[in-house]
C-alpha cells in the first residue's frame, strides 16, 4: 500500500500553482487507494478546496493551522501591499513572530511528526510550510528532523515560497514555480476558486 521508499517532495517558488499541484497530487493518491493528509500551515478555512476535499474521499484528512491574517517581518512586505491588506495582516518585528501563532504551528508541527512516522497515512502534504520556516514560525532543524524521521513508504510534500536551502538540500524532488506572468500586476485581486 505504501509508496515503496516515500520521497520528500518540495514545491517552491513565487509563481502560482503549488498548492494546486499539492490538491492534484492528494486527487491521485486517493485515486490509487492511498491514505492523505493534507496539512495546511498559516491558513485558515476560506479557501475553496475546505467545501470540497473533506468530501472527496473518507481516506483523506484535512486540517488547517493558521489564523484569519497574514503575518510578514517588518520590511518584507511594501506600503501597497500594506494599504490593500489593511488589517488582514500582522507586521512583527525581526525575530519576534506572534506567540500565538509560534504556538499554533508548533501543535501543526507534532501532528506533521505524528503522520509521518505513526503508519495512519501514504502521503502528507505540508501547504505553506515553506513560509513558516521563512518566517521564523517553525525551525528548519525541527522540520528536518520530521523528515529524517518519517516511516519509509510516506510521501510527504512541502509546498510555499522561500523554501529554506537546507529544506531544498534534503528533499529528493524540488520543484520550483516561477513567476513569469501574472494578472495580478493589472490590479486583479485573488480569486474565488482559483487563488483561493
Same mark, same amino acid.
Given at each position: %500500500?505504501?509508496?515503496?521508499?516515500?520521497?520528500?517532495?518540495?514545491?517552491?517558488?513565487?509563481?502560482?500553482?503549488?498548492?494546486?499541484?499539492?490538491?492534484? &497530487?492528494?486527487?491521485?493518491?486517493?485515486?490509487?487507494?492511498?491514505?492523505?493528509?493534507? &496539512?495546511?500551515? %498559516?491558513?485558515?478555512?476560506?479557501?475553496?478546496?475546505?467545501?470540497?476535499? @473533506?468530501?472527496?474521499? @473518507?481516506?483523506?484528512?484535512?486540517?488547517?493551522?493558521?489564523?484569519?491574517?497574514?503575518?510578514?517581518?517588518?520590511?518584507? =512586505?511594501?506600503?501597497?501591499? &500594506? #494599504?490593500?491588506?489593511?488589517?488582514?495582516?500582522?507586521?512583527?518585528?525581526?525575530?519576534?513572530?506572534?506567540?500565538?501563532?509560534?504556538?499554533?504551528?508548533?501543535?501543526?508541527?507534532? %501532528?506533521?511528526?505524528?503522520?509521518?512516522?505513526?503508519?495512519?497515512?501514504?502521503?502528507?502534504?505540508?501547504?505553506?510550510?515553506?513560509?513558516?520556516?521563512?518566517?521564523?514560525? =517553525?525551525?528548519?532543524?525541527?522540520?528536518?528532523?520530521?523528515?529524517?524521521?518519517?516511516?519509509?513508504?510516506?510521501?510527504?510534500?512541502?509546498?510555499?515560497?522561500?523554501? @529554506? @536551502?537546507? =529544506?531544498?538540500?534534503?528533499?529528493? &524532488?524540488?520543484?520550483?514555480?516561477? #513567476?513569469?506572468?501574472?494578472?495580478?500586476?493589472?490590479? =486583479?485581486?485573488?480569486?474565488?476558486?482559483?487563488?483561493?
Amino acid at each position: %500500500m505504501s509508496f515503496g521508499k516515500g520521497y520528500v517532495q518540495v514545491y517552491t517558488g513565487n509563481g502560482k500553482g503549488k498548492t494546486t499541484a499539492a490538491i492534484g &497530487l492528494a486527487i491521485r493518491a486517493l485515486g490509487a487507494d492511498k491514505r492523505v493528509l493534507f &496539512l495546511q500551515f %498559516m491558513k485558515d478555512k476560506t479557501y475553496s478546496e475546505h467545501n470540497l476535499l @473533506p468530501h472527496v474521499s @473518507p481516506a483523506i484528512t484535512l486540517h488547517t493551522l493558521g489564523k484569519p491574517f497574514f503575518v510578514a517581518r517588518e520590511g518584507d =512586505i511594501d506600503e501597497e501591499s &500594506l #494599504e490593500k491588506w489593511k488589517d488582514r495582516i500582522v507586521i512583527f518585528p525581526p525575530g519576534q513572530p506572534p506567540q500565538e501563532y509560534v504556538d499554533l504551528l508548533a501543535k501543526g508541527l507534532e %501532528m506533521a511528526k505524528e503522520a509521518l512516522n505513526g503508519g495512519d497515512y501514504d502521503l502528507v502534504v505540508l501547504d505553506e510550510i515553506n513560509v513558516a520556516l521563512h518566517y521564523g514560525l =517553525i525551525a528548519t532543524r525541527d522540520v528536518l528532523a520530521a523528515l529524517r524521521g518519517k516511516r519509509k513508504g510516506v510521501e510527504v510534500v512541502l509546498t510555499g515560497r522561500n523554501a @529554506p @536551502p537546507e =529544506i531544498i538540500e534534503y528533499a529528493d &524532488l524540488v520543484t520550483e514555480m516561477r #513567476e513569469i506572468k501574472h494578472y495580478y500586476e493589472q490590479g =486583479i485581486n485573488a480569486r474565488r476558486g482559483i487563488e483561493s
